[in-house]
């Protein structure tokens, strides 16, 4: 017999898991600190932000915590449930970006959640969902094959398939179909998720959310003291621009926050201080610039490229 959904140890091991990312990145920046920020939904539930803000390695950063909860299932988690329309439903989740000042340091944004709804006389429903995924400016393949390993060790003990599949489902879900590239090097990818062991599922979500500072913070550790020009930097700010349309036009945490009544700052905390859009923009041919789409924002396998070396 399966265990029964346990939303309480869901909500414990968020929690903690908020503290320890925000203590580790706050420790990483050296000088700034999370400004706490609890709030109250009108319509059932809240949520604590954890704010930094130019720090002396991370312009902005957030991670946030939310248990939000409701009557009726908003447009965007019942689109392939029809079935949970007007079903009461909890959502709770863990979800963070950050931005650095160094544009060498790349963008990393994480999230792992967890939904469950309670039809009229059925049993719960419950699904994980989740992943990280990388967004460089200027790449170095270490970083990236550092990334990629941490993100397949997660994996490895919930079976061989897991990784290839939510790397793909990544590199799928992490693109600017209206610009033809990815938004980053990708990572994990996964939704939906619910095998009907719910202790398995949970000890999955759990893998992924734990390695996500473990695939980050050495990148930050390696790449936050590098020089830059001013031309890097101006282009860092082109490229975050990618960041910000991906967030408003694609991401799904951003519509059902919105379609949900959630609060509009703390779901728009993942859009970067400054940001530009030049018309018709391009780079220089054989560019470190260039480089960026034309060998990293590509559908590589990081792990091959290892092997390799």
């Not at 619910?194 to 202790?199: A, C, E, I, K, S």
Request: net charge negative; aromatic share 14%.
């Amino acid at each position: 017999m399966s265990q029964q959904p346990d939303s309480n140890a869901v909500k414990h091991y968020l929690l903690t898991l908020q503290e320890t990312i925000a203590q580790r990145l706050g420790a990483v920046d050296g000088e700034a600190t999370f400004i706490t920020d609890a709030w109250d939904r009108p319509e059932g539930g809240g949520g604590i932000s954890r704010v930094l803000t130019d720090g002396a390695v991370f312009e902005k950063g957030g991670v946030n915590f939310s248990h939000v909860m409701g009557d009726t299932m908003p447009p965007s988690a019942t689109a392939h449930r029809p079935h949970l329309a007007g079903a009461p439903w909890q959502a709770m989740g863990v979800s963070l970006v950050i931005h650095p000042h160094n544009p060498m340091v790349p963008t990393s944004h994480a999230n792992v959640r967890f939904f469950i709804a309670t039809p009229k006389d059925a049993e719960p429903v419950y699904w994980f969902g989740g992943g990280y995924d990388l967004t460089p400016y200027y790449g170095f393949d270490e970083d990236c094959v550092h990334w990629h390993q941490t993100a397949r060790n997660a994996c490895q003990p919930f079976g061989d398939e897991v990784y290839p599949r939510f790397k793909h489902w990544c590199d799928e879900y992490f693109y600017l179909k209206h610009r033809n590239e990815p938004r980053g090097i990708g990572g994990l990818f996964f939704d939906d998720h619910n095998t009907g062991d719910f202790g398995r599922d949970f000890g999955l979500m759990q893998a992924v959310g734990s390695s996500y500072i473990e695939a980050y913070e050495p990148i930050v550790q390696r790449r936050k003291h590098l020089p830059y020009t001013d031309q890097q930097r101006d282009f860092q700010l082109y490229r975050r621009g990618r960041y910000v349309e991906f967030n408003l036009v694609y991401d799904r945490g951003t519509l059902f926050g919105l379609q949900s009544g959630g609060r509009t700052e703390s779901i728009l905390m993942s859009l970067p201080p400054l940001v530009r859009w030049d018309y018709n923009r391009s780079a220089a041919p054989g560019s470190e610039e260039s480089r960026l789409t034309e060998y990293f924002l590509t559908d590589r396998d990081w792990l091959e490229l290892n092997h390799e070396q």
